[in-house]
């Protein structure tokens, strides 16, 4: 997880069980956006992918990752609207 990522994270009460539970039930009508990394060099065989998931009673939460052959890196986690 990307440290900032993992800030935001901790800001918002949730740990790193709860981003692998939002991880394991996104849906696919909850991405918004998907293509190659930014940095190509660091995921060579990575895709990104930007989801965002409405939460009861709570902001909806934006989640970017890059899937890799053999990981998930977040690389934004925050509630969606909200600063970079």
């Known amino acids: ?4 990522a ?3 994270m901790e800001q ?14 996104l849906q ?13 060099e660091f995921a060579p065989q990575g895709w990104v992918y ?3 998931i409405d939460l009861e009673g709570e902001l909806p939460l ?3 990752l890059c899937l890799n052959p053999n990981n998930a890196y977040i690389l934004s986690f925050k ?6």
């Open 1 to 4: 997880m990307h440290r900032r």
């Open 6 to 8: 993992q800030q935001r």
């Open 12 to 25: 918002l009460g949730y740990d790193v069980t709860d981003v692998e539970e939002f991880l394991t039930e």
């Open 28 to 40: 696919e009508d909850e991405c918004i956006g998907d293509g190659p990394p930014d940095h190509p």
């Open 50 to 52: 930007e989801f965002v």
């Open 62 to 64: 934006y989640i970017k």
């Open 79 to 84: 509630l969606e609207g909200s600063p970079a």
